[in-house]
């Protein structure tokens, strides 16, 4: 939500415009299951009273919804390497005009992408946290009253998953279930394997492929100041106006850090296992993170001074 937050100022665009991206049924369909007809078509209707009232042209895509622009964009296509022997080679990103060809392919999220390259930049951006503490994040998150036997029971569940080991008829008896913390495919695959299902269909390999070729910039969560004056740096502005951002921003809304107990050695275990091919695309992003941000300040020192600016002026950012 901080990143979101920060992208929203940086661009103009509304939170409700921003976060449509063009497919007004897609995050109904995401969060709510074939079984809550009324509630969908609720939905539906919402979100098209949101994107009725965006400004046009909208610029901006963000939140869960750019996971499926990525996915299809990216979908079947061969991504070829500037630099093949280096593959976090920051000259491994392809150019605006092609990438624009790329993401034109979706035929949805055209309600924002320019019509025409004229005097236009396509900045594409992520935020790779993480992924044992991301897993475990997501049940404290959808869960009101965690317990150590549920967060067990959610990530046992999650390891019969990708190990294969799941029925149709278990997926089917408990879905919904409370400590499962999903109602659907795609929020069970968002709790576990988010980064090698959106980025790589599955694929480690694309995944890392799709970073190193589509994306501006990939921040850390666990160097989020870096990554915020990086993307301010990315947009064109000072360390000094990122951090005015900050000041007005309403970071970490969203933070259920003080809800989550201890990890277990068991509960640790599990989800190293669950985590296995998100952690190879997150220490890949944390190499391409490196490169990136660098190549925006031109040096490593003049990152630490940018981020140094950032801090004395929004103090709470080191909270």
Request: net charge negative; proline share 2%; with cysteine.
């Amino acid at each position: 939500s901080t990143w979101r937050g920060f992208v929203d100022e940086m661009t103009g665009e509304t939170k409700a415009c921003s976060g449509n991206c063009g497919n007004t049924k897609w995050i109904c369909d995401q969060q709510l299951s074939e079984s809550e007809p009324k509630l969908r078509e609720w939905c539906y209707q919402t979100k098209v009273s949101w994107l009725n009232t965006c400004d046009r042209p909208m610029h901006t895509c963000t939140f869960h919804q750019s996971l499926e622009v990525i996915r299809e964009a990216v979908s079947g296509k061969t991504l070829t390497l500037a630099n093949s022997s280096d593959l976090a080679a920051v000259s491994n990103l392809w150019p605006d005009k092609k990438r624009l060809n790329l993401l034109w392919g979706v035929e949805w999220a055209r309600v924002w992408l320019p019509g025409n390259f004229q005097n236009k930049r396509i900045l594409v951006t992520t935020l790779l946290r993480e992924p044992k503490e991301r897993i475990r994040s997501f049940y404290y998150f959808k869960n009101g009253a965690p317990t150590r036997e549920g967060f067990k029971a959610f990530l046992e569940f999650r390891r019969d998953f990708v190990l294969g080991n799941m029925t149709q008829e278990r997926y089917e008896a408990e879905k919904g279930h409370q400590d499962r913390a999903f109602t659907t495919m795609s929020l069970l695959l968002r709790s576990c394997c988010e980064y090698e299902t959106w980025l790589g269909d599955g694929s480690v390999a694309k995944a890392k492929l799709v970073l190193s070729t589509q994306f501006d910039l990939v921040g850390i969560t666990e160097r989020m100041n870096d990554a915020l004056v990086s993307l301010g740096r990315l947009y064109g502005l000072s360390a000094e106006e990122t951090a005015r951002i900050g000041l007005k921003a309403d970071q970490d809304k969203l933070d259920n850090s003080e809800n989550k107990l201890d990890w277990t050695d068991e509960e640790l275990s599990l989800t190293t296992l669950v985590a296995e091919k998100g952690t190879q695309i997150y220490d890949f992003g944390q190499e391409l993170f490196e490169r990136q941000s660098v190549s925006l300040f031109g040096t490593y020192e003049n990152l630490r001074a940018a981020v140094e600016t950032f801090e004395k002026m929004d103090p709470e950012s080191l909270e």
